[in-house]
């Protein structure tokens, strides 16, 4: 048996900034964040601020849904997100690995709507594995 398509989304912020600044001016715990300077996941030492929100489906979800539910979240505060992803351009960050299908999404139009209402750009990062 072939293990199934994964895939991922979340709302990131980079910059010249400190996490805990976000954390407080939108009232949410981020899933992941690192301060410019500091030891991250891929670095010893961040070239930039990061403050992530991520989906909270399991990876098998569809990628549409993550977004749902990443928006979902943001929804939570929707002045306080606007506010922060206009002002540090925020994004919607799309992860995929793909072992049965080819890459690609599609969207409905509500969701893309939605997205819109953030000022989101939107990051796909889609691979395929074999």
């Not at 539910?69 to 540090?88: A, H």
């Not at 793909?98 to 599609?106: L, R």
Request: negative net charge.
């Amino acid at each position: 048996m072939s293990t199934p398509d994964t895939c991922h989304a979340y709302f990131v912020v980079t910059g010249s900034f400190d996490p805990a600044e976000i954390t407080r001016r939108v009232a949410t715990s981020p899933t992941y964040s690192v301060g410019l300077g500091e030891p991250g996941r891929y670095a010893k030492a961040a070239k930039c601020s990061r403050w992530e929100l991520l989906s909270r489906l399991e990876t098998t979800a569809p990628l549409e849904t993550h977004v749902q539910d990443v928006l979902t979240q943001l929804d939570n505060n929707k002045v306080g997100f606007v506010q922060l992803s206009r002002e540090l351009d925020g994004t919607m960050q799309l992860v995929g690995y793909f072992k049965e299908h080819e890459p690609g999404t599609h969207f409905e139009r509500e969701t893309v709507q939605r997205i819109a209402q953030y000022s989101l750009a939107i990051d796909c990062d889609f691979y395929r594995c074999s």
